[in-house]
């Protein structure tokens, strides 16, 4: 096989409470999130060694090109993934959520491409070896903290632990409702991630005992509400809009880390918003089956 | 909300290294398999108090009534479920598999019903918890050891520790291949269980080995095939097939514990067999969405 394709949900953080550290398996967050079935989808082509010679492309870390949505773009994660998993490849990402305005995509890109490139080149890796391996790359890159695991569980999925599979444990939400998103902009995941983090842990750790006290799907984007609150993390676009959506009767909070608010069932169109609508991805990051 | 549905994946053990344990929740096995399309779906419907009463069902454990495919039937798993969540309800249970022959449909069945009672009487338990409270029926049952963490989980499950979520780490093969089967008929899984383990499980345990070293689907399957002989648990016709299956060019194997051959793509029906088709299951068992 010369190619292969995998998709990853979207990943909403609902809270987090962040662990940094030296070791980027170990690195993550404890918290809770949403998969969606809106996602990304990586496409793995193989390049062969006498092309990849010419293209230089051992020194670019395994990663002979790649596109975002068809146009020429840099994914640090995906570069890492790749040189990781020791192969020369043309990689192809399209996502059909809003890229740095926090659903995960850097994180969904190399979760699939890590799946994509097992299958391309063979390489009998197992899914947690996979994970751990798209997982480190993106703590290392520094670009998120617990979407790929996230995303490779699916559903409303709970981190009891942080880190890569083998040290992290996790739980979900048993529930699979319908979401709705509108997005304002980007917002810069290593600049909030960079700052005092405390207070974060603080709310992320408060949000996720009061969740796995009562595990529903409102009380997931409620904590979430909370937290993004406590942790002083609301921006002011997606305040109104969160205010809007409780105006409703609805209930809505922040992406972490995105200009992006979210809410269950109607409640973005309900208050008059152009939202998108999806669900809740119930499988998780999988190959594309071939025939 | 009155009534819920939940969806669980047939699954084919391929092999298996038996732990039995005094704590149904500790209890289980090590070994891999299948999670497969084709399901089993289980619709949960509250029974109130008053008529659970009247059908002095608090003494029957929680269930008001069970029926499979359309016929009155006892499952015990599912009463063990519904009175250890202390709900009454009535239960219907639906199999794309046949009953009694290697898919794991009595896991299923408890499984789906955890997942549907949970979501019908809003009872705000978490994944793990609902997972090993089926874990734990079927376990108490006898019907079954490692069948529901890896119809949760989907795909190509590794059971890695036996027992429950809290208890056992899973990892998985992440292939999605077509898989074929045909079924000749019941074998009792109490019977099997219930004789000498230690050839069971020295095989089984060499099977795993094999199968961490190099997952992929083939090795899976074919660790299966070594492993049904080397536990002596191979019956003739599903041998007969195995090696038809295998002068073809094919690979498949016996599914544990059932008088059923399965087959990687399309292995049954190009050694003549008239075969039914589906695919592995990405998603493992889940809610089913209501609008």
Sequence with gaps: MDEATAFAPGHVTAFFAPYPDDDPARAGSRGAGLALSDGVEATVRRVDDADAATADSAADGGLAGLELDGVPAE??????????????????????????????????????????????????????????????????????????????????????????????????????????????????????????????REAG????ARL??????????????????????????????????AAEGGLGSMAMLGRTVYALGTGLSDAGYDATACRVDPTGATLRPTE
């Design 75 to 200: 994914m640090e994660p995906v570069r890492r993934v790749l040189a990781e998993l020791r192969v020369v490849a043309e990689v192809e990402v399209s996502s059909e959520v809003p890229v740095g305005a926090g659903f995960g995509v850097s994180g969904a890109a190399a979760l699939a491409t890590a799946l994509a490139a097992n299958e391309a080149f063979g390489l009998r890796r197992s899914e947690n070896d996979l994970v751990s391996v798209a997982h480190a790359a993106e703590a290392a890159a520094g670009t998120g903290l617990g979407d790929v695991v996230g995303q490779f569980r699916g559903g409303l999925p709970v981190r009891l632990d942080p880190g890569a599979p083998d040290h992290g444990r996790m739980d979900g939400v048993p529930a699979r409702p319908r979401v709705e998103y509108v997005s304002f902009g980007e917002l810069s995941t290593e600049r909030v991630l960079g700052g005092d983090l405390d207070p974060v």
């Design 212 to 245: 796995l006290d009562s595990p529903d799907e409102r009380e997931l984007v409620a904590a979430g509400r909370d937290f993004a609150e406590e942790a002083g993390l609301l921006v002011p676009e997606v305040a109104e809009a969160v205010e809007a959506v």
């Design 205 to 208: 750790e408060a949000a996720l």
